[in-house]
Every structure is written in C-alpha cells, then in structure tokens.
C-alpha cells in the first residue's frame, strides 16, 4: 500500500506562515506528481498547488505569490510554504500524489493513480 501522511498544520494569525509536510510511505519506485488541495468549511475540494516530477508547478491564482511548494523525490516528500496568510486559506489540507508506482513486499509492482494524504487543518484567525 501507499499512505501519504500530512503534517505541519495548526493555528497561525493573519499575516504568519506555516509549512506543511506530506511523506509518501511505502515501497515507492516513482511518483509523477504531487501536490496540496484543500477544503474550507461548507466548500467543495480545490487544488492549491502541484509539482511535477520535473519540477513544474502551478498554483491557484489566490496563492500566487504567497505559497511555494516543492518536492524531494529522494524521501517521496512534498513541502507547500504559506506565507502571508489570510482568513480564506482557513481549510483542511490535503496531499495528493498520481501516478505512484510502489511494489509491495513480495516484489509485484503497482500503480496507484491518485493517493490522498487524511488532511491537516490550517486555522487563519487573530
């Protein structure tokens, strides 16, 4: 199996920053990308930002500018930075990674088209 776990979430004022974690556990062989939706309160699901295995990113046009997100392939992690944030990005966060292709322990290779993380909750309020 692949699990993703989040963490890094938590309460933070209007204007502070916060920087979310999520590690792909496993027997990974690859990930082809990987990135951060979330969920506000009474809203449907929407993506924050994404990085693909070759390092290009796209962003929600209400992050430009404040978030960056990154990847280390090398711990199958992936990193969103939240500067500058605002009541808005209140919401549950989570991780998600397509196209894994993992072996289990016997060896037999699989592939995973979408893997989401359980969610951490980012707080925006002074």
């Known amino acids: 199996q692949v699990q993703l776990v989040e963490s890094g979430g938590g309460l933070v004022q209007p204007g502070g920053s916060l920087r979310l974690s999520c590690a792909a556990s496993?027997?990974?062989?690859?990930?082809?990308?990987m990135g951060w939706y979330r969920q506000p309160p009474g809203k449907e699901r929407e993506l924050v930002a994404e990085?693909?295995?070759?390092?290009?990113?796209n962003f929600a046009d209400s992050v430009k500018g404040r978030f960056t997100i990154s990847r280390d392939n090398a711990k199958n992690t992936v990193y969103l930075q939240m500067n500058d944030l605002k009541p808005e990005d209140t919401a549950v966060y989570y991780c998600?990674?397509?196209?894994?292709?993992?072996?289990?322990?016997?060896?037999?290779?699989?592939?995973?088209?979408?893997?989401w993380g359980q969610g951490t909750q980012v707080t925006v309020s002074s």
């Open positions: 990085v693909t295995a070759d390092s290009s990113t």
């Open positions: 496993g027997i990974i062989v690859s990930i082809n990308s």
């Open positions: 998600r990674a397509d196209g894994v292709r993992y072996r289990d322990g016997s060896g037999q290779g699989y592939y995973k088209i979408i893997s």
